[in-house]
Structures are given as C-alpha cells and as structure tokens.
C-alpha cells in the first residue's frame, strides 16, 4: 500500500539524517502519513518533523527540509515539498495514477482488499438481544454495524465468524415463559393474570393466538409447571425464527446462533469458575460470590452468584467468553452493544485477564440509540402497535438498502436521528438514492458501449490527464487504506461517507468528460476508467451490505 510506502521512505529518511548528524540520534517515532485537506498540498502529508522537533529542540521546518532531500526517489512520487510549520507534503505522478485504472481492473472484485489480518480467526458477536420481543429500531443499528465490520473484516484478510448469543435461561426467560402462559388461557377464553414483571406486548397475543392455532388447547389440561415449560420453549422458538426473518429484512445473517444453557449443560461455566477460583479471583462475602476485580484495577467487585445460588448475568458473560478464547481459541473477539452495556467493558477486560487472556483480544464496540423522524415531526410509537417501533415496520417502510446506509452514516458512539422521509426520497437530497444512481449511471455507460459494439479491452489509460478523471483515480484508490483503517478502529461509518465522496467524483467527472465520443482512443480509455469506478463502487456497496442497482 502506498501510505505504507511513503512511511517507510521517511522513517529510512529520517535514520540517515541520524547517521549524517542531522538529528538526534534516538527512536524514530511512528510516522503517520495521511491526505492533506487541501488538495492543492498534495496527495499524501507527514507531520514526522513536528513529532521529531519536540525530541530533538530543533526547527521543524529545518528538519523537514532535510528529510525531504533525503527521501530516496520512488516510481509513485512526483514531487516533495515542504510547508510550515512542518510538513512534507508528496504529490504522485499522473502517469502512475492513471496506471491504477489498470490494477482495479484487474483485482476486480478483490478491490480494496488486503492481508492485514493474515486469516487471524475474528468472532463478531452483536445483536444477542434477549428472545423476549421483537428486534425495535435501536437494535437494528447494532445489527447492521456488526455485519458491516464482518464485511470490512474480511476483506482485511481476517477469518471471521459472526455470532448471536441467545439469552435463554434466567429470570426474564422465566417471566417471558409465565407471560406467554397466561396469554395463552386468556386465549382460550380462561381466567389468567399476567406477571406483574411479565411481557405485556401486543405481540405476546399474537405468539399465544399462533400456538393455539396450531396447538389448540392442549397445555390447559397439562400439569402447570410443565405446560409452562413446554409452551414456553415453543414460544422462544418463535421468537427467535422471528428474530432471524427481521434481521434477514435488513441483510443480517449470522455463523452460529449461540444457546447461553448451552454453556452450564456443556460444562463451561463451571470449567471457567474453577479458574478463576484457582486464580484467586473470587470471595465469598455478604452471602453471595463475588469476582474480585478491584484486584485487577476495576472500579468496584462484581456479584457473580447470588445468595440464591443462581449466577448473574456477568457470570454467563464469564463462561461465554472462557467458551471464545479458551475452547474456540478465537484470536480475537470482538463484541458490538448497546449504551447500556457501557458499564460492563471495564469488568469484562478485567475478567479476560483474570482468565490468562491479554485483554486487548477484547473489543467492544459502544453504540447510542437512535431518533425516529418524519422530516421535523418526532416518531415515537409504532403505527401498528401503538408501541415500540420494530426494526421491521422501518425495513418494509424505507427498505433495507437506506436502513443500513442511514444507521451506518454516524459515528456509532453519538446519538443519531433517521429521517424517514429523507429516506424514501427519490432524489439527490437522499443520500442512497445519490449514491446507488451513481452505480446506475456508470452501468447504463458500459451497456450502451457493448450496444455499439465497442471494445475498450485494450485502451490507453494514459490518455486520461484532465482533472476531474484523475480526481475520480484519486479517490477511487482510498478504498484499501479505508478498509485496514476501519479493520483496526471498528468505525464503519466512513464507508457511507466515502461512498458519497466517490459518487460526487464520478458525477463530476461524467458532466465534464463526454464518455462515449468520436475520439476512438479516448473513448477506449474513458470506459476503462468508467469500468473501474464501477468496480470500486460496487464494492464498497457491498461491504456496507448495499445492492448496486444497474437500473434506477
């Protein structure tokens, strides 16, 4: 990768002006190399001689003036300069620029791909809401988040496997279980409180009218311990089917659909607790079992069985995470949840390390809520329910496409608001609509070419030297530094932004550059170029989970 290449050709730089002693000697500090704001400075930038200047008390400046002609030439670099108050800025030759046209073409659409992770073996674990009711609309931003960075994942040269952990033991499978019960008498017509901490959606109802159609009214002559039971596992396979078909709306799938029972039938979390034990890890105090991790630099100790005898959610958490790095042996694992698991970062990279795991193979990623809006109004309760607002009812609404591209567009540490409105637009104030029409338009190019028979197989790609078709390059070969840098800091929000970017250059390209023409060279080189906008811009439709329409 070119960013690469730069920054070793300054690290190199900046030893030998160490041995000819113009500088310090000493560590050279990591050299960040990146895209200046201002085209007009370059294609890439360095800020090496600021970082050196504070070790070495010297005028950065000076030391990028010496750095700069230290530099050995490279076949990419067209020209290196200077500029206050220490940078060293590099433009690349359009010679080699337009020569990329001829390597997108040719990875096709391996694009934007690289071996950074090297097939380490990722997990991705998101979603995993509890099986209790329907995925609502802030789940759908987590979802959506996780299977776009398995998307990025890959195409970093990881191996990846995207999990759902189903919560299907504890107090509110119980309460969920006692709540489907009494919807279900009161189907039937027999008297039937609900549980006062019970589930009392509109669409337990539905669950209990579902199983009486098919069951009838069998589980009311049952024992009532057992009827609960059994109703109960039928109506949580329910659920979870329904879960499946919602995040299928949306484009979600996963690997694996992890059962949390499995994990005390399958011996792991008594395997994990006897570690920590052995570690020291645990205390007995107050009547419950505790895990010591103040010991470990925790703000405060955690419960990890109540004076019940029955384990926290914590402890599950414990046993799951035993059951990914000590018996999957994942080399990494990376967990995506919502705001209100905040808290509970600091006490699992604590129990990773407690666990003789390095706690930086944990990443979590911390999403915010979301808004709901109709251009200005406030969207607060579901039209069908007159409750929560499911993922579903926002998938059939605006479809999956502008789901995925809006939840990604933001940061997924800050709050968001989705225009529904906005959303639908078929217009350039959309977004989706700006982006995909940029995909259509580059098809309709390439159909009408195979229409008159014209084959640019072998065009001439150094005929492309106007501004807005080296722009279009430009921008077209920031794909793979975005992919490893989003690989690296979990933040999928630069591919809708970059997907804008790409389409603007093509538009603007396309409105100042006649594609198809009466110059048969140009023509030839043009389509090429028309060609590998097509390839990069697919792909990164793809990695959001996006479909590239040739039609709109």
Not at 94 to 114: E, P
Not at 254 to 273: C, I, K, N, P, T
Not at 500 to 529: E, M
């Amino acid at each position: 990768m070119l960013k690469h290449t730069i920054a070793q050709l300054l690290e190199q730089a900046a030893l030998e002006a160490q041995q000819q002693g113009q500088l310090p000697p000493g560590a050279v500090p990591e050299v960040a190399v990146e895209h200046p704001a201002n085209p007009e400075h370059g294609d890439y930038a360095s800020p090496l001689p600021l970082k050196l200047a504070r070790s070495a008390g010297m005028d950065p400046l000076s030391i990028a003036r010496n750095l700069a002609d230290l530099v050995r030439p490279s076949s990419e670099i067209d020209s290196i300069a200077v500029a206050p108050p220490g940078f060293i800025n590099f433009t690349l030759k359009s010679g080699w620029l337009t020569g990329q046209v001829a390597s997108i073409l040719s990875a096709g659409q391996d694009y934007g791909n690289t071996d950074l992770g090297k097939k380490a073996r990722v997990q991705l674990e998101f979603v995993s809401v509890n099986p209790t009711g329907p995925l609502h609309v802030g789940h759908g931003r987590g979802a959506i988040l996780g299977s776009t960075l398995a998307n990025v994942l890959v195409a970093a040269g990881y191996s990846v496997e995207t999990e759902y952990y189903i919560n299907d033991v504890g107090s509110q499978m119980d309460a969920f279980y006692r709540s489907l019960y009494a919807r279900y008498l009161q189907c039937l017509g027999l008297e039937a409180d609900m549980p006062a901490e019970g589930y009392h959606g509109d669409y337990m109802v539905d669950l209990a009218r579902e199983i009486v159609a098919s069951q009838g009214d069998r589980f009311a002559s049952e024992p009532r311990d057992s009827a609960i039971q059994e109703l109960g596992r039928m109506g949580l396979e329910r659920m979870i089917a329904g879960i499946k078909k919602d995040l299928e709306l949306v484009g979600v799938e996963f690997d694996v659909w992890f059962s949390e029972q499995s994990l005390y039938q399958g011996g792991q979390y008594e395997r994990a607790m006897s570690q920590l034990r052995q570690g020291g890890h645990i205390a007995e105090k107050e009547g419950a079992t505790w895990f010591v991790s103040t010991a470990l630099g925790d703000s405060k100790d955690n419960v990890l069985v109540r004076g019940d005898g029955s384990p926290t959610y914590f402890a599950a958490d414990i046993a799951y995470h035993y059951s990914k790095f000590v018996e999957r042996k994942f080399d990494r694992v990376i967990n995506i949840w919502g705001a209100d698991h905040q808290g509970h970062v600091s006490r699992m990279k604590a129990v990773t390390g407690a666990l003789g795991i390095d706690p930086e193979r944990l990443k979590m990623a911390i999403f915010q809520m979301v808004t709901l809006r109709r251009g200005d109004e406030l969207v607060r309760v579901s039209k069908r329910s007159g409750d929560i607002i499911t993922l579903r009812e926002v998938a059939e609404e605006v479809g999956a496409d502008a789901c995925r591209f809006f939840f990604l567009s933001r940061s997924a540490d800050s709050q968001m608001d989705f225009d529904l409105e906005l959303a639908k637009r078929q217009s350039q104030d959309n977004p989706v609509y700006y982006v995909q029409y940029a995909h259509a338009r580059i098809s309709s190019i390439l159909r009408l070419a195979q229409e008159r028979g014209i084959d640019y197989s072998e065009g001439d790609v150094s005929l492309l030297t106007t501004e807005p078709e080296l722009t279009l390059i430009r921008k077209m070969l920031l794909l793979t530094e975005l992919t490893e840098m989003m690989a690296q800091s979990l933040e999928a929000q630069h591919l809708p932004h970059y997907a804008q970017d790409l389409a603007t250059a093509f538009h603007s390209f396309y409105n100042k550059c006649r594609v198809i023409s009466k110059n048969q060279a140009l023509t030839q080189a043009r389509l090429k170029l028309v060609e590998a906008a097509r390839i990069v811009l697919a792909k990164t439709l793809h990695l959001m989970g996006m479909t590239a329409p040739e039609r709109m």
